[in-house]
């Protein structure tokens, strides 16, 4: 069983091009992470700000782990900064995955 993580955040589109770096350092660090398997942020085309979110990982041992690593602690105290607000993921649990 894999976890996949789906939701969106909303970054106020002015914001949005100062927040990319720290974007792409919590990309870089949560990939490095065991068990990460896909972790990925994507700005909504249609809607400037709206940032879809898509992480799967193996188990839930090792998101447990994620939430507590140093990126994730520094991650969420720059929220407040950048104006990261209407937080809505989602946890899925799967059985298995195939190709369409």
């Known amino acids: ?27 870089a ?6 068990g990460c398997i896909e972790y990925s942020y994507a700005e909504d085309v249609a809607e400037p700000g709206l940032v879809r979110v898509h992480e799967v990982w ?11 690593t140093p990126h994730m ?7 407040p900064a950048f104006g990261v607000a209407d937080r809505r993921l989602f946890l899925y649990e799967t059985a298995s995955a195939r190709p369409l």
């Not at 660090?29 to 065991?34: F, N, T, Y």
């Not at 602690?73 to 929220?79: D, E, N, S």
Request: glycine share 4%; hydrophobic share 45%.
């Open 1 to 27: 069983m894999s976890i996949i993580i789906a939701g969106t955040v909303r970054v106020p589109s002015e914001n949005l091009e100062r927040f990319k770096p720290h974007m792409l350092a919590m990309l």
């Open 73 to 79: 602690a520094t991650w969420r105290g720059l929220w």
């Open 29 to 34: 660090a949560s990939r490095a992470e065991e």
């Open 58 to 68: 193996r188990d839930q041992a090792c998101l447990d782990a994620h939430f507590q």
